[in-house]
């Protein structure tokens, strides 16, 4: 009886085995995949970040030209050009 025993717990060792250890590379490849998923989903939103800001400060490009275009002052002209300057590369400030 015991010698039956020993053979059936090795012969479902045998087969557990494996079956376990299929299991925790499919749980490795699997987190391989939804690490490097991660990364490319940050990787996609920081470059859509930036296209949004560039789409933005050409808006603002556009804008700021067709303002100065319209003006007729020189005065009013440099202080467009300045505000521009600051709008486009983030000074703090700016005395008008």
Do not use: C
């Amino acid at each position: 009886m015991r010698a039956f025993l020993r053979e059936l717990s090795t012969l479902a060792f045998l087969i557990f085995l494996p079956l376990v250890l299929l299991v925790l590379g499919m749980i490795k490849t699997h987190h391989a995949e939804w690490n490097s998923t991660k990364r490319e989903f940050q990787r996609a939103s920081d470059a859509e970040t930036a296209l949004k800001k560039r789409t933005e400060a050409l808006h603002a490009l556009i804008d700021a030209a067709q303002k100065l275009a319209a003006q007729q002052d020189l005065d009013e002209l440099l202080r467009q050009l300045l505000l521009l300057a600051k709008e486009s590369t983030g000074a703090q400030r700016y005395n008008s």
